[in-house]
């Protein structure tokens, strides 16, 4: 069964139920940041620890980086985004994920916030 939690920096991570999860930024993350034009993504192999800056976004309107929501080995990053950043403000949800991840430890993912805890939040913060 698969699962989708979202972090308070706005990404969201969707568990397969493998001990794998794929990892992108929210609808509301993309449509702060605006027309994205360049994405920086990892490399496959690398290890990474949970919160650390793992893809730089840059938009017409300013750069971000992408906070591991979780600690993990990047299996798969998402080539369409080289050559069309774009995909993320079509699709964040979707088609426009940015990277796999085989996890680490799965305890980590109760940290983060169901749908209904960050949709709260987004309602706080307007």
Do not use: R
């Not at 969707?14 to 360049?38: K, M, N, S």
């Not at 919160?51 to 998402?78: F, H, Q, R, T």
């Not at 774009?86 to 430890?105: C, H, P, S, T």
Request: proline share 2%; glycine share 8%; charged share 35%.
């Amino acid at each position: 069964m698969s699962t989708l939690k979202y972090t308070e920096d706005h990404e969201w991570v969707l568990t397969a139920g493998d001990g794998t999860c794929l990892i992108g930024i929210t609808d509301f993350a993309q449509e702060q940041l605006g027309e994205l034009v360049f994405i920086e993504l990892p490399a496959v192999g690398d290890e990474v620890e949970k919160e650390d800056a793992v893809a730089v976004i840059e938009s017409v309107k300013s750069a971000s980086d992408l906070l591991m929501p979780v600690s993990g080995e990047i299996i798969e990053v998402n080539e369409e985004l080289d050559s069309d950043p774009g995909i993320v403000n079509e699709d964040a949800m979707g088609a426009g994920w940015f990277i796999k991840v085989k996890l680490y430890d799965e305890s980590e993912l109760d940290e983060l916030m169901d749908e209904d805890k960050y949709m709260e939040g987004l309602d706080d913060s307007e």
